[in-house]
């Protein structure tokens, strides 16, 4: 069964930082592209960044580009986002998701974790 | 950015009805669309890729059609745990883009 299990979110002030975890099971994590996405409370889904199985290629929204990493360890089944210089606007909870296809990728999002809201306010 | 419009934004309706839910998108995407289903509180689930490949485990009464700048999604039957809201997404190209998002609420 696949799973993945976000952690790591939290409140946190304007400009801080946060590093978001995803822990991956039941599958061949090495074999697929990883994706984050987000919701503002009430609102709709918004992509925030990609990254390939190998991490060769990685994409980022502009609105986070600059500011937010993602980055794998595929030994330990994790994806992860560090957050830079937080804004009340990145408030939101974040999911972790699979890739619909192994290598390559194609982008669309078959599994999903539970979510891990980050609250930025001071 | 490929923009996307999807409508409407609520819907009501009843248990057995028949409902249809529209995505255009601002050019051509051939056939890299999804939707997804997501309720309160929970992750969204994908239903259908490929605008008309259902996803494993996905109840037939889930329907996906379209290519090119116009899909739709469609509920045959409406049942009680259909009631949520749905998300159309173009993955043809970057960035990824969701729909506005449709509510399916009961009449």
């Known amino acids: 069964e696949v799973q993945l299990v976000e952690s790591g979110g939290g409140l946190v002030k304007p400009g801080g930082s946060l590093r978001l975890s995803c822990a991956a099971s039941?599958?061949?994590?090495?074999?697929?592209?990883m994706n984050w996405v987000r919701q503002a409370p009430g609102k709709g889904l918004e992509w925030v960044s990609s990254?390939?199985?190998?991490?060769?290629?990685?994409y980022y929204a502009d609105s986070v580009k600059g500011r937010f990493t993602i980055s794998r360890d595929n030994a330990k089944n994790s994806l992860y986002l560090q957050m830079n210089s937080l804004r009340a606007e990145d408030t939101a909870v974040y999911y972790c998701?699979?890739?619909?296809?192994?290598?390559?990728?194609?982008?669309?999002?078959?599994?999903w974790g539970q979510g891990t809201l980050v609250t930025v306010s001071s | 950015a490929i923009w996307m419009t999807q409508s409407p934004s609520l819907l009501s309706a009843s248990t057995g009805d028949r409902v249809t839910i529209s995505c255009r998108m601002s050019q051509g995407i051939s056939s890299y669309l999804a939707w997804y289903q997501q309720k309160p509180g929970k992750a969204p689930e994908l239903l259908i890729y490929a605008a008309s490949t259902l996803q494993s485990g996905v109840p037939s009464r889930f329907s996906g059609s379209g290519s090119g700048t116009d899909f739709t999604l469609t509920i045959s039957c409406l049942q009680s745990e259909d009631f949520a809201t749905y998300y159309c997404?173009?993955?043809?190209?970057?960035?990824?883009?969701f729909g506005q998002g449709t509510k399916v609420e009961i009449k």
């Open positions: 990254i390939s199985s190998s991490s060769s290629y990685i």
């Open positions: 039941g599958f061949t994590f090495s074999s697929y592209s």
């Open positions: 997404q173009q993955y043809y190209s970057f960035p990824w883009t």
């Open positions: 998701a699979r890739d619909g296809s192994s290598s390559p990728g194609l982008y669309y999002f078959d599994y």
